[in-house]
């Protein structure tokens, strides 16, 4: 069976990423539909027991507690656990090849991508690029409206998560243009709204081939 394409979204915390996927989801881009796969979010629903996932043993679910206290990532070695959330997610969404899979903070290093590789096909890399102090701002005013029960936006979580993403998840651009994916960079501001987001990557998507493969729609 083909595997599910997929658009990355790529950007430092507060940019926008769940929002956006939120709205291509509801809207899709291309033909088919599309499923926003948050990884983070369902990191921290598991944690707190709001998320069953099977397939997790206890000592998964452990090592998902640690690494979100330590505002770290999963590292090459713990893809196992990445792998089981995100199969079943895609089992949950029951994705078909022609459907197109939103990631949202998967992967985070080159490393987890070429894993990656095996699930799904990544075809189109959304970059929202955002400065440090666009990221404040945007924090402060929780502008994508999806910030109000999360316990990890203290500054130094956040400097933190915006050096993690400066070190280790820019490369991810280089990585899929040499694989031939396409690359889109929308730039973000204080006042940037997932509507705004979305807007410009329909306009900026004209001409590109977004899903590499034909299928029927389906409702979003």
């Not at 079943?88 to 070429?114: I, K, T, W």
């Not at 894993?115 to 102090?133: F, G, K, P, Q």
């Not at 915006?162 to 490369?171: D, P, S, V």
């Not at 977004?210 to 409702?219: F, I, K, L, R, Y």
Request: glycine share 10%; aromatic share 4%; proline share 3%.
């Amino acid at each position: 069976m083909s595997r599910p394409h997929a658009i990355l979204l790529l950007g430092p915390t507060a940019s926008g990423k769940t929002p956006l996927g939120e709205m291509l989801q509801a809207r899709g881009l291309g033909a088919g539909r599309c499923v926003h796969f948050d990884f983070g979010d369902r990191l921290r629903r598991i944690a707190a027991g709001l998320l069953n996932v099977d397939e997790l043993t206890g000592d998964d679910r452990a090592l998902i507690a640690e690494v979100l206290d330590r505002g770290a990532l999963l590292e090459d070695e713990h893809f196992g656990v990445a792998e089981k959330i995100l199969r079943a997610f895609l089992a949950e969404q029951n994705a078909r090849p022609y459907d197109q899979v939103v990631l949202n903070g998967l992967p985070r290093h080159v490393g987890q991508a070429g894993d990656l590789d095996r699930i799904v096909t990544v075809h189109l890399v959304v970059e929202l690029a955002c400065s440090t102090e666009t990221v404040i701002r945007r924090l402060a005013d929780d502008i994508g409206g999806d910030r109000a029960d999360r316990i990890d936006d203290d500054q130094a979580r956040v400097r933190k998560k915006l050096e993690l993403y400066t070190r280790r998840t820019e490369g991810l651009l280089d990585h899929y243009r040499r694989l031939g994916a396409a690359v889109i960079s929308l730039t973000v501001g204080p006042d940037t709204t997932a509507e705004d987001a979305w807007r410009e990557l329909i306009n900026r998507q004209i001409g590109i081939m977004v899903t590499p493969c034909s299928g029927e729609n389906a409702d979003a």
